[in-house]
């Protein structure tokens, strides 16, 4: 009986651990700090949408298939944050209502041909 309680206790342990290393999306990725907007959020089409890299990564975006162009971009290095903002004389003056996909195109500055990436879908209102 103490063994079995031994073995339900520890495996508890294993899964608040690996639960606590997971953020509050589910994201299990040291290059990923924070997805903009979460997944399954509902935002405004007017939002910014994008994603936060852990230092030392660049990344690109594509919304619903369609990347956007870079000169659309704001990308802080210092913070290795790249986002898009619709707006007045860009591919998306406002975000198309319903659901949509977000994929960024991450990588290591230091190994830019060595790409990796992350989907997921937020409802716009």
């Known amino acids: ?16 651990f690996l639960k606590a290393s997971q ?16 997944r399954d959020a ?14 030392g990564y660049e990344g690109t975006l594509a919304l619903n298939g369609t990347p956007i162009p870079e000169d659309q971009l704001t990308v802080v290095p210092q913070l290795n944050q790249v986002t898009f903002t619709p707006g007045p004389g860009k591919d998306y003056e406002q975000l198309p ?8 195109t991450y990588w290591q500055s230091s190994t830019p041909a ?10 716009v209102l």
């Open 42 to 55: 509902k935002i405004l089409q007017q939002e910014t949408i994008g994603i936060d890299l852990a230092p």
């Open 114 to 123: 060595q790409t990796n990436t992350q989907t997921w879908c937020f409802t």
């Open 97 to 104: 209502s319903g659901q949509s996909c977000l994929v960024a």
């Open 1 to 16: 009986m103490f063994t079995l309680l031994l073995v339900v206790v520890a495996a508890c342990v294993v899964v608040l």
């Open 23 to 38: 953020d509050d999306d589910g994201i299990d990725n040291q290059a990923i700090e924070r997805l903009i907007p979460l």
